[in-house]
């Protein structure tokens, strides 16, 4: 089993930078996929970012790409988004996800693919 816990959100002025982090528990740790998805008030739940166990493959959500880095560091048991050129849009609760996605080129943006989730950290970025 894993836990994650994650950090870092706080209020930003548009145009700004923040680093999300998320700690992980748990034995498995480095074979899990990680991903971060964000939620908006009176919004679904949509992906970020996905990074598989290695390290070697990220995928990003069109509305990021260029804007956030996914990396993680499995000697550490941590996952990162350094989040660039903060916009008022992407002001959400942040959560981290773990998951053993058997195909993760197929199945990355998939919430249902994770299998434990953290409560999420706010982010909000003021215009």
């Known amino acids: 089993q894993v836990q994650v816990l994650e950090s870092g959100g706080e209020l930003v002025q548009a145009g700004g930078s923040l680093r999300l982090s998320c700690a992980a528990s748990?034995?498995?740790?480095?074979?899990?996929?990680m991903a971060w998805f964000r939620q908006a008030p009176g919004k679904e739940r949509e992906f970020v970012a996905a990074i598989n166990w290695s390290g070697g493959t990220t995928f990003y959500a069109n509305s990021v790409k260029g804007r956030f880095t996914i990396s993680r560091d499995n000697a550490k048991n941590t996952v990162h988004l350094q989040m660039i050129s903060l916009k008022p849009e992407d002001t959400a609760l942040y959560h981290c996800?773990?998951?053993?996605?058997?195909?993760?080129?197929?199945?990355?943006?998939?919430?249902?693919?994770?299998?434990?989730w953290g409560q999420g950290t706010q982010v909000t970025v003021s215009s």
């Open positions: 748990g034995r498995t740790y480095n074979s899990y996929s």
């Open positions: 996800a773990a998951g053993r996605i058997r195909n993760f080129y197929l199945g990355y943006s998939k919430g249902s693919e994770y299998d434990y």
